[in-house]
RNA sequence: GGCCUGGUGGCGGAGUGGUUACGCAGCGGACUGCAAAUCCGCGUACCCGAGUUCGAUUCUCGGCCAGGCCUCCA
């Protein structure tokens, strides 16, 4: 594989060679599970998904370990907790659960580890010591907290200096840390708080050492690659990296960072405070997955994104061509096929899945021109690669009609029997009046010289 | 204020120093009892200005516009 990769760190798509081919290892940031996953939440998801599928098809699935974290240490959950009188595990199960199901629905494969900051509470622990230890954090009334004077390259993923940070610095310093970057590792828990001893007094963790810690236990560092959408790089990367780094890990943390870019609602960031949240688990219950995930995957993923009912709708009309290539060669059996090298080209150049779409659309294309005899490795084709990255899963019948209830599609079958009668008869105006009942009924019919077919038409925009 | 992205046809969205993206929608034709699906064909684009160049949508500079990060955030 010819895999390249754009790295953060330096700002420049480069081949990506793993430390150790028998073991790739990839971290990304996963949820704080206070609520339900936005549709935002889940373009990392979708995407990182997408490089797990491409690694473990390159180095063999045994030797990729993937790790996602779980955050359920956190304000908002303690928040929502006390909102609700319980537990804060009875937050996190919940969304937790509803998560998991969630991205199951977008075609996400599991993580081989997700470990959550509550189970790792030893070794996070154990890190701020050895960073106390290396002179790289101290204590201050009750909290611990990271020097970043200790780490010389402190600013380089993010591209700021020192002195920028300062200037940029809109909050208000706390008087205890010793410079205006230093950020939190242990800090004191408020009363309710879940709390944890350590030998910085009671407390727990800031949320960059989770991170860390979870991947010296899960992964061990250096790690070949870290992934997160952009607005993690600061501050979140670059003191994650620092902490590693300076816990007694040598020069290197990650060999890859890789960030993917914003989903937005129109011209604006998805957010509370401009109501416009929309949530996965409210859009799995709307659109196919396929959909959903088709639109995640419509455009690069470091580009910004535009999310719209407009958006799912285009691809879902998509995906509809090529289900439909695939319904009218329902009868042809596949050949078992790599997928396409043009299609694999384009996703091993950084993951361009606008360009494999293409290739998807040109393969479909093939299929359904080729003569008798080539459309069996077309068709393989197109299925490996499209199933590759999560695609073309469904049965075509059902992609097209799974949307009717047995007793509805009893009721279908009937009717398209009756219109072949009157087709049969050329009573036309009986023919046109049961289409126009179908129609009511949201099937579309297609005739052919046998009899007919149908299908659901899709939803349409405007449903929410 | 500091740092960083991006501005492509009606919409989504790649890419390239000189040639086709691709998809959705639209239009014309074939097919059809009429449709749908399919097939064939068509259209409209590269924010503005300057520079480099034989030639720029693509490189450089400036401008305008939009968005992000600097505080929790995918």
């Not at 798509?13 to 940031?29: I, L, S």
């Not at 997408?50 to 779980?70: C, D, K, P």
């Not at 994104?305 to 042809?332: F, H, I, M, N, P």
């Not at 059996?333 to 659309?361: K, Q, W």
Request: proline share 6%.
């Amino acid at each position: 594989m010819n895999l390249v990769l754009y790295d953060t760190m330096t700002r420049e798509k480069r081949p990506f060679t793993p430390g150790d081919p028998e073991r790739v290892t990839m971290y990304v940031c996963g949820p704080t599970v206070y609520n339900y996953a936005h549709i935002g939440n889940a373009r990392p998801v979708v995407v990182f998904d997408l490089l797990f599928r491409l690694l473990r098809r390159a180095y063999g699935a045994e030797h990729v370990i993937y790790a996602a974290n779980v955050t359920d240490v956190d304000d908002r959950i303690n928040q929502k907790a006390i909102d609700e009188g319980v537990a804060i595990d009875v937050i996190t199960t919940r969304y937790l659960d509803a998560y998991h199901a969630d991205m199951s629905v977008l075609g996400a494969l599991r993580p081989n580890f997700e470990p959550r900051a509550t189970e790792t509470m030893a070794e996070i622990i154990d890190m701020i010591g050895r960073l106390v230890r290396n002179n790289a954090a101290y204590q201050a009334e009750g909290h611990v907290l990271f020097n970043v004077q200790a780490y010389s390259d402190y600013g380089k993923l993010s591209g700021r200096s020192m002195d920028d940070m300062i200037a940029g610095a809109r909050v208000e310093v706390a008087p205890y840390k010793q410079h205006p970057a230093d950020f939190v590792l242990w800090k004191p828990s408020k009363p309710g708080e879940p709390v944890w001893e350590s030998p910085f007094g009671p407390g727990r963790p800031g949320w960059h050492i989770e991170c860390s810690a979870m991947i010296e236990k899960t992964l061990g560092l250096p790690i070949d690659i870290h992934g997160g959408g952009n607005d993690l790089i600061f501050p979140h990367h670059e003191n994650e990296m620092a902490q590693g780094i300076c816990a007694d890990h040598g020069t290197e943390y990650a060999r890859y960072w890789l960030h993917n870019g914003f989903l937005n609602m129109g011209h604006e960031k998805m957010s509370k405070s401009l109501g416009n949240v929309v949530l996965a688990h409210d859009l799995v219950s709307r659109y196919p997955g396929e959909a959903l995930r088709w639109a995640l995957l419509a455009s690069h993923y470091r580009q910004p994104l535009a999310w719209s009912d407009e958006t799912v709708d285009q691809a879902k009309s998509g995906l509809d061509r090529l289900y439909g290539v695939l319904l009218r060669a329902a009868t042809v059996e596949a050949e078992p096929s790599a997928p396409g090298v043009g299609f694999m080209d384009a996703l091993e150049d950084d993951l361009n899945t606008p360009r494999a779409y293409a290739e998807l659309f040109a393969m479909a294309q093939q299929l359904e021109a080729a003569p008798e005899e080539d459309r069996a490795h077309l068709k393989g084709e197109l299925l490996a690669s499209g199933q590759l990255i999560g695609f073309l899963k469904a049965d075509p019948e059902s992609w097209f009609q799974g949307g009717a209830d047995p007793a509805m599609r009893a009721r279908i079958d009937a009717l398209i029997a009756e219109r072949f009668t009157a087709r049969e008869a050329k009573d036309w105006p009986t023919a046109d009046r049961i289409r126009a009942e179908l129609t009511a009924m949201n099937v579309e019919v297609m005739d052919n010289p046998t009899g007919a077919t149908w299908r659901l038409k899709s939803e349409g925009a405007g449903s929410t």
